[in-house]
């Protein structure tokens, strides 16, 4: 068959609980997803696979609509989150325009949180939640020889007759290491980069799948399992791609140092190899350790990602973070002394912030702790969450508000946030103080100052410090 996996353009996603000014430079980074995919399809050798970046490319719906008609495939492939729906539809309904005959099938988080929602709009033959790699495979041989996959497990699909079967549910694949590496250079690598990034060049890596945590706010698939690859099969995967010229590497794992002792074998051998590549992770607070982050700054890791959340033990206590503010200062020590820059994560509008005190709170560990970057967004209970249900229960969340907009996407749908304190006006406007108070300070300031390197660091340093103001 021929297939075209598609990452649609960014037309009508709905609003970010970050202030807009503050987000205005996004990241640009390679579809992992669909990169997974057509390399296992390319090991299957059965089928010819495109994928199409309409993000890189800067293309809009009609330009992918050319794109579609031209190479007339016989299924489109897409990928997305739940902020991309309106989109994602939008390709769908093109593409049916061009040909009913052409199968639509969907994957990606916004199916794996919503599946049975996914298949009431008609411009979808069928969807894949979770990991998707063998079941679309499969998927893929049943309709070239013209069968219908009831067979396939781990997958929803339209029948001839009309109507939505869903097969039992696949397991969680557990070798990663069989996975072959995505190919990256069937896309122009060389236009994916990071905002925070040191060089031009960036992509991302996935390391582990699955999270063992259970943050009440998360909805990430397979929360309670994790499943991991090997050093030596990561390190691999990071040398192809210094290979390929490419300067700067996103470990996306939602937590990429569970084990410590894998760390520190990826990073010996990172040093054996004597690799020369900058990256980066996301950690989890609590496992950090003298020891790992020395070993990660010597393999040429520059920057950790650290979700905090919250600056109050009330706050991690509700959001289930098995932390307390007293570990969150030990560890930024220790962080602080590595040279290794930070970002990290907080969230304004949680169920104990009560006054605008509560807020203030988190404002000013964020303060305290220094780290390079801090990110503040409102809290948004999304569906499947511990924090939604509890919402719902209380009557602060409406059940229905969510359903509404899976059923009848609009681009001017707004997240729900948690009203019982704040209203979201305010909450906005909370959000805003954060990025002024935590940015617009004299050690900040030379701070980002003393890092500008080059005249395009300079535009976007200047960028980022207008937008704040501006708040």
Known sequence: MKVLLVNPPREHSISSEVPTSVNAEVNTMPPLGLLYLEAWLASQERHQVRILDCLAEGWDGARLEEEVRREAPDLVGLTGHTHDLVDMLEVSR??????????????????????????????VDGCIPDEGEQAFAEVLDCLADGREPHQVAGVLFRSRRGEVIQTPRRAPIRALNTLPFPRRSVLDYRKYSYVLGSRAIATSLLTSRGCPYHCSFCNTPGRGSWRSRSAHNVVDEMEQCAELGIHEIYMVDDTFNVQPERTLAMCEEIRRRNLRVNWNFRARVNLITPETVQAVRQAGCTRVHVGVESGTDEGLKILNKNLDTAQVRQKFRILNDSGLTTVCYFMIGCPHERTRDDV?????????????????????????????????????????????????????????????????????????????RFYLRPRQMLRKLLEIRNFQDLSRKLKAGWGIAKL
């Open 94 to 123: 093109r593409v049916k325009a061009l040909s009913p005959e052409i199968a639509v099938w969907w994957g990606g988080p916004h199916v794996s949180d919503f599946p049975s929602q996914t298949m009431r709009h008609p411009e």
């Open 360 to 436: 203030l709170a988190t404002i000013d560990f964020a303060r305290e702790l220094d780290p390079d970057y801090a990110l503040f967004g409102v809290l948004t209970p999304y569906p499947r969450t511990a924090l939604y249900e509890e919402g719902v229960r209380r009557g602060i969340l409406d059940p229905g508000h969510w359903e509404r907009f899976l059923l009848e996407p609009r681009s001017d749908f707004r997240p729900q946030v948690w009203t019982e304190f704040f209203t979201p006006e305010e909450l906005g406007e909370l959000c805003e103080l954060a990025f002024k």
